[in-house]
């Protein structure tokens, strides 16, 4: 028996999103989540990101499970792109394995899947492993942390949470089941740090009652509510505030339905009979009566609130003396986005509420006072800060340390290292291979590394595409070389004669070059290239994709 | 003699920065301020927009002079676009004369304009308006609210403002001349509505001086500064903390050299002697005696310090023990670049302060209290809200509202709008041309809209060039149809037999099409987009730019 175990993440320490992280011991491997990353608008045309998983790939028959601790996207997002890589059972609570579900489905892949539901407390026999998944706080229903018994010790692994005792939908955080296993001795701990710069403890998921309970009471319009389709705690809020104010509720937005039909069936979310209605019965209703609930709280364009907001809905749009509330915090990247949809509400006279209008969002990921929590239940002998960049990683280990951590206790590791636990230490001894995978969603699905670049070329600069004919025999032009440009700003005070001199530029080329020269193709393109790159830069700055086109007639 | 006066917004309400507002009395016209904005990312290769000034170059004979009220890029960053199109007398304040100085040599324009310096209280008399500048206080030195009499009443333009008693340079607030023209009778304010979402007072620039203390009195290693170069105030009191704890400074990053120049040799600045020392001399101090100040608070990447976290400045890098200082606020889009320069500091073993870790930043901009000051002092009988996007106007109309201000007084207005004022009315009779110009600062300036589509549509779906040579005398193809693509996303299952598919479909194109059709260039190119365009979107849902290209032999 090997006595050390492997610990390997391929994504999301050094990044937020795209969690992914492998446990192996001798030839055996769980791994644990499979997320994506949203990215940054300079990625062209690039919808999602998801893991490379290139070390899953090469070590396909060792993989034995998947195990998920919850169902948001940072965390389940790439399960069909692994999946489809190597089909292995996948283990999850009943929420997050219903969301799968529908995201397989979507991708074909239901069929050929096999999902296994696993209830909170339940174990999960994987020989050598054994794992328990244990209920935690967060912002969607249904999450787990893991707990992962292996021959070297008993690996935590958080999850996203905080502690929440007075959650709104199930039950609160198994404070318990995690003291237990620090009882016995944990080996190590994997522990969510994206919260960890911000001091004292998170609000309860309940804690957004009273501001919008002032709202709902106050509001003597519609109310038009938007927050995260996933946030099955707040979505609970909503419809009882509904029912306490007398208000019917309809629902806008594809992904909100089917988040809402999913949690009702599976008794998630507790729907008071005749609550809803369909966006057309809404005009049998006086405006007081009338609560939607609807996706876009992103400022997304095409959302159901952004198309409300500019009259681009097919089903309602906003009106003077609606109430907004956008339940929800900006993250990071669309302040513009969200700023331009509050714009347009205001522009049709309606009220806005946002996160800087009270306490009407909380997140979902533990404070200070949550994360030390969660080192004194587990009381871990080596701990390991994930889910962040690593900022917040090394923000966690200090903050591990000012708790009484040793700092060789706590290890800040960034994907791709390779940790090696043994008993009594824990070291970094190698490397995996790990990378980034583009995504188009409304293409054909992975997009090279090299169109990336070349679309981020295109972009700043355009492209010109000089034809040049040639006579075969004498090795002459044969007529004007005719000149195309896309994206390329041609000097404005040259406009008429900018591309002329470009083609006499390349004529002359061709001319002053040898006979030779001119027979060889590459060489002919190559220089025509160089020559109009010069010229450009020169006279513009620019630096456009020149691709020459020489027909040999 | 006109009984009314125009009010002419040309950029800077409904949208932050590109600030510039014109007034109108019969044929007389003054402009207030030039800026620019600074483009989100999706404005592919656009480093600057201005304003578009059509209604000032329709106008040019009637516009008397252009009137700065400080020198932030948002108020005088399209000097030069605009004295191009019109050249035009300036008038300014010492400090924000230099600075324009400065940016006119760069753009070679320095000898052919004329720049008046206006010291607070001086009246400029350009009949037939009389204009005085009132020193306000703001997060530069020098900065000016405009009280322009007009033969209809005074208006006055706050610029950007804060009510601060204790600056660290220069003068307080001069309340007592805002009080003045308010006994007189004012009849309308334009007021800075940046930060009317924030309650209570807006901190005095002397506020941050306990914090940055906190943080010297413990550092001790080199501290590393960076703020916006422009915060005078800012680094008077780095300088200050850096002669009180015995070290010595270093100034890294041009433009941060350029504005210490400027506000030192005209004393806007006080430097003690011998303070400063060039990067090369750090060596011969220690660490704990030494202050760098550099550029690069908001993580660009170019700048000094983020160059400087990665080892690849010429002049310094962080080292192990260095305590860095981010001074300034997260300008919103900025927030990725700031957190990957934060990450790489903390990679090098530095410590980190940022604007979460305390009171080392506060705004140039008035809260509600600030604003409700301006109006008290100057009780307007009209008020236009100016500087910021809809929102921000709206809320602005609504807290002069909840003083009392009855909602007719109140104009809420954007750029475009023509504003009519009367002795006892307002109105918005018209509409002027207005638009945004984009400006490639690396490139031959000017870029026209249809090249920023061209390449947002590039930077999405690539390009695909068919080149297709026809026999002039037989109609048939001569070779098969060469393709040229750049940024295409090329099916990958697929890769070989793509581009010969297209081919293929090209030339069955052609020969399926009638003689007379082949001889329409223009109607066999078309015919060919369409199909080239029909197949590539059923298989990948991409949607490139093709360009067909034909040449006849």
């Not at 995201?103 to 074909?108: S, Y």
């Not at 319009?221 to 104010?245: K, P, W």
Request: contains cysteine; proline residues 5%.
């Amino acid at each position: 028996m090997a006595n050390s175990v492997e610990i390997l993440p391929i994504g999301g320490l050094g990044e937020f999103g795209m969690n992914c992280l492998a446990i192996r011991y001798e030839d055996e491997i769980l791994v644990i989540d499979a997320g994506l990353l949203f990215p940054d608008p300079h990625f062209w045309g690039v919808d999602i990101i998801v893991p490379d998983f290139q070390y899953l790939k090469d070590n396909r028959d060792k993989v034995r499970a998947l195990i998920l601790t919850h169902s948001h996207e940072d965390h389940i997002g790439s399960v069909p792109f692994l999946l489809k890589a190597i089909n292995v059972p996948v283990y999850a609570t009943p929420y997050t394995a219903a969301v799968l579900a529908s995201k397989l489905d979507e991708h074909d892949l239901l069929d050929e899947v096999l999902i296994h539901t696993v209830r909170p407390k339940e174990l999960v026999e994987l020989d050598p492993f054994e794992i328990e998944f244990i209920r935690v706080s967060h912002s969607t229903t249904d999450c787990a942390a893991l707990a992962i018994r292996t021959p070297v010790g008993v690996i935590i692994h958080t999850g996203d949470f905080k502690f929440d005792e007075t959650p709104v939908c199930g039950q609160p955080i198994d404070t318990e089941s995690l003291r237990r296993y620090g009882d016995q001795g944990v080996l190590a701990l994997l522990s969510d740090s994206t919260n960890v710069e911000r001091p004292g403890r998170m609000y309860s998921e309940r804690d957004v009652i009273p501001a919008l309970e002032n709202i709902f009471d106050s509001a003597q319009g519609r109310i038009i509510v938007s927050c995260f389709t996933s946030s099955i705690h707040r979505i609970q809020i909503i419809l009882d505030l509904a029912e306490t104010f007398h208000r019917r509720v309809t629902i806008i937005g594809r992904s909100m339905i089917r988040n809402i039909d999913t949690a009702e069936s599976m008794r998630y979310l507790d729907v008071p009979d005749s609550l809803l209605i369909t966006p057309a019965d809404t005009r049998r209703f006086a405006p007081h009566q009338v609560v939607m609930l609807v996706t876009g709280c992103q400022g997304e364009p095409m959302s159901a609130l952004s198309r409300m907001a500019v009259d681009s809905h097919k089903q309602a749009k906003i009106e003077a003396g609606d109430t907004v509330v956008l339940s929800a915090r900006q993250i990071p990247g669309n302040e513009k986005s969200i700023s331009r949809l509050i714009n347009h509400l205001y522009k049709r006279h309606a009220q806005v509420y946002d996160s800087t209008s009270g306490r009407i969002h909380v997140s979902g990921h533990g404070s200070q006072e949550d994360l030390k929590m969660m080192l004194e239940a587990t009381r871990p002998k080596f701990f390991i800060p994930i889910h962040g960049e690593y900022r917040q990683l090394y923000q966690h280990k200090k903050f591990a340390c000012s708790l009484g951590y040793k700092p060789e206790q706590v290890l800040l590791v960034e994907s791709g290292d390779v940790i090696e636990i043994e008993k009594d230490s824990i070291s970094v001894p190698g490397k995996i291979p790990i990378g980034r995978t583009y995504i188009d969603s409304t293409g054909i699905g992975k997009i090279e590394d090299i169109v990336v670049r070349d679309r981020k070329h295109l972009a700043y600069d355009g492209i010109i595409v000089p034809i040049i004919t040639i006579n075969k025999s004498t090795g002459k032009i044969e007529n004007e070389p005719e000149i195309i440009t896309k994206g390329f700003n041609i000097p404005y005070d040259d406009e008429n004669d900018y591309l002329t001199k470009l083609s006499t530029l390349i004529t002359q080329t061709i001319i002053s070059s040898e006979p030779d020269e001119r027979r060889d193709e590459a060489l002919i393109k190559e220089k025509v290239r160089l020559e109009i790159k010069r010229f450009v830069q020169r006279r513009t700055g620019y630096r456009p994709t020149i691709i020459p086109v020489i027909l040999e007639v």
